[in-house]
């Protein structure tokens, strides 16, 4: 995941602007009784939702004070030179908070996959994936190069739901080998119609950086149904092969 800069916001989609919210919050006092204020609102929501994922403490007022100094062509009150110590000051407070975040869920995916593994229905792998078998498939078992039809809900320690083809409404569709290493060998040790709970190693998962919302060295946990194999994609009729006479 890239960390964005402070200082060099980019232009945005006005359509990503808005985005569901789990949980009652304080409702905003924003009046947009305009265009001009909707369209203002909704390029403030993203970028103040890139800055809050991003773990930034910012002084909204003076925030505030150099957008309108920027729009109003005022001479800025920072030179060159301060911005980029405020650069490097903003490098070093996200570098720290990515470090106290990995050593957080390292140590908290630790002390969990331990006491997890220990429950007799946990089997752990070689690897060190966790998986629990909750409904056992009959049909066939898909290699890595095969491509998948799959019902799932990811989750972190903590229960915040990440990602779910089950919200989505319909399975999603997978290259084996395309996908984290936890669910590359997950897949390949289930049967058609088998449904397992995994948990996944930040190791087998998204490691030191994280994506998204799933912080620095998470430990994943899937609900996963395996629906399908795919059949291989034949040539359309009438393609021909082209061979190639050396």
Known sequence: MKTPLLFAVPVVLLS??????????EKSTAVLDTDMAKISYAIGMKIGGDMKKAGLDLDVAMFSAAIEDMLKDREPAMTREQIGEAQQLLGEQLAAKRAAQQEKGKAEGAEFLKTNGARPEVKTTASGLQYEVLTEG??????ATDTVSVHYKGSLLDG??????????????FKVNGLIPGWVEALQLMKVGSKYKLYIPSELGYGERGVGEIPPNATLVFEMELLEIKAPEKPAEGDAQTITIQ
Not at 138 to 143: D, E, I, L, R, S
């Open 16 to 25: 990503a602007a808005v985005s569901a919210q789990d949980g009652a919050k």
């Open 138 to 143: 009959t049909g066939p078992m898909p290699k």
């Open 160 to 173: 915040t739901v990440f990602d779910s083809s089950y919200d989505r409404g319909e399975p999603a569709n």
